[in-house]
Each structure stands twice: as C-alpha cells, then as structure tokens.
C-alpha cells in the first residue's frame, strides 16, 4: 500500500528503542478530502521482526482517526521525549487496526510506568498518568503500519531531515 520496501526492517535498534520507551505518542491520519484527525497513542510496540509498529489507542478518545485509517491507511506519527524533546515523526501509508495481544497489553503498562517517570520531574504526579492511561479493555485499539519515512524533528537545525538508516 504505498510504503517504500527501502525502509522495511531498517530501523535501527536505537530508534525501536526509543520509539518504545514509554514516551509522548501523537498519531495524526487524514480523510479523503484531506481534513487531518489527531489522537494520542498509549504506546508502541514493535513486532518480532522489527517491521511493523503498533500503537495502542483509546477507541473513544481517537473516533475521528479511527475512521480515517480505516478509510485511508495513512498515518504520521511523532515520538516524542518530554525530558528531552528528542522528536522523530513516521510515516506510513498501510495502517489497519489489528487484536490486541498480550505483547501490548504488556507494553502499555511498562509505558505507562516509563511515560510517568518522564513527566513527574515535570511536576504530573502518578494520579496525573493513571488518568492518561486509563481505558477499558474493550476501549482500546491496536494500530499497525509499515513505517515508509522517518524524520529528525527534535526542535533545532536538524529538525525536519528525512532520518537515514543507520543514523
């Protein structure tokens, strides 16, 4: 569906680290008429073979970019470190929501853990994080997409730059 097999099974371990971490997930997609939808993302997770990367979202908080993904399969997602502001944005073009595996649910409570450990020096306690993470088994939904093209978007010179495998 689009997405450039260059890219496929080259993202470093660094970047599949990163973008696992338990970091500030924001997931946008688009309609036909190119009118954007945006929602934020709970965690991701990549699969075994480090090819595809998974999003948890909450259904209900995301009923706009569910639908555009469901229609258009295109899907830009930023990454991003709140004690640094280290930023990457992928793109995809093959996004379909897929079950839910143990695998993630696993991932979304590390994250949660990991994303609250990010944010408290910033001054959002535990009670601030349960909050964010709060949903319903039933309420969440997995993303999953090929990556096409990764940028450097943390603020600075770089920002912006089409992101080279092995960099």
């Not at 709970?42 to 555009?68: I, K």
Request: proline share 6%.
């Amino acid at each position: 569906m689009g997405h450039n097999a260059g890219l496929q099974g080259r993202l470093s371990a660094d970047l599949l680290a990163f973008v696992q971490k338990g970091i500030s997930i924001s997931v946008a997609s688009r309609d036909r008429r190119l009118v954007p939808s945006v929602s934020r993302a709970l965690a991701c997770v990549a699969s075994e073979d480090g090819r595809q990367l998974r999003l948890l979202v909450v259904r209900s908080q995301a009923v706009e970019l569910v639908r555009d993904l469901e229609c258009c399969g295109a899907i830009a997602v930023g990454f991003t470190e709140p004690s640094t502001h280290r930023t990457l944005q992928i793109k995809g073009g093959d996004a379909a929501l897929v079950p839910i595996t143990p695998r993630d649910q696993e991932a979304l409570a590390r994250s949660e853990v990991a994303f609250g450990g990010q944010i408290e020096p910033l001054g959002f306690d535990q009670a601030y994080t349960r909050r964010l993470f709060s949903a319903g088994p039933d309420d969440l939904v997995v993303i999953a997409f090929t990556p096409d093209k990764v940028y450097q978007q943390t603020p600075g010179p770089a920002a912006g730059a089409l992101w080279e495998p092995g960099s």
